[in-house]
Structures are given as structure tokens and as C-alpha cells.
């Protein structure tokens, strides 16, 4: 079965940078992309990003682009959320999801995906 294990989560000041790691097992990594999502308190939530561990292909939220950096490294079984110039309003509980290639969009919706990790805890001070 899929298992994922999120970790890299901190308080960090605004416009600092954290990196994300999500390990995975129990799956054939190239066969899944593997997604970050987010909910802060009182909010619903937010698909941030996600990667096709097939062909690196990526997508990002609005709410991201060009801040955060989705990357993969299959050696590893390993995606990594790189995190910049981060807001307050990046506060949030982070976390990643894996979900066959055949069955996800590029839209990061979370019906997509069939596996969660814990989530990991990101504090932006301002």
C-alpha cells in the first residue's frame, strides 16, 4: 500500500525558505505523482503543487508560482517541495499525496490521490 512520510516542516521568517521532503514506499514511484497540499486553520484545502515522477512534469498554484520549486529524485523515492519568499500566508499544515499517473490532472485536486502522508507543520512569522 502507499505510505508517504512528510518532514522539513518549521517557523521560519517571512521571506525565508524551508524545503519539504516526502518519501515514498509500497508504490512503483515513476507509476505516481505525488502532489503538496495545505490547510491552514479555518481554511479549506489548497492543492500547492504536484510532479510526475514519470517525466518531471509540474504544476503549481497561482498562490506559488515562483516562489516554490517542486522537484523529484526517484533514486530516492523522494519529492521535495523547495520553498521561497515565504509569507505569512504560506502558514499552514503541508501535505503530500501520491496518486496513479493515470488517474491525476494537472489541476491538484485531492480526489486525484490515493495515498497521504501526516502533513508537516509550516510556520511563517512576519
Known amino acids: 500500500d502507499v505510505q508517504l512520510q512528510a518532514s522539513g516542516g518549521g517557523l521560519v521568517q517571512a521571506g525565508g525558505s524551508l524545503r519539504l521532503s516526502c518519501a515514498g514506499s509500497g508504490f512503483t514511484f515513476e507509476d505516481f505523482a505525488i502532489a503538496w497540499f495545505r490547510q491552514a486553520p479555518g481554511k479549506e484545502r489548497e492543492g500547492v503543487s504536484l510532479?510526475?515522477?514519470?517525466?518531471?512534469?509540474?504544476s503549481y498554484a497561482d498562490s506559488v508560482k515562483g516562489r516554490f520549486t517542486i522537484s523529484s529524485d526517484s533514486a530516492k523515492n523522494t519529492v521535495y517541495l523547495h520553498m521561497s519568499s515565504l509569507e505569512p500566508e504560506d502558514s499552514a499544515v503541508y501535505y503530500c499525496a501520491a496518486g496513479p499517473l493515470y488517474g491525476v490532472t494537472s489541476h491538484i485536486r485531492a480526489h486525484e490521490y490515493v495515498g497521504w502522508g501526516q502533513g508537516t507543520l509550516v510556520t511563517v512569522s512576519s
Open positions: 510532479i510526475s515522477n514519470k517525466d518531471g512534469s509540474t
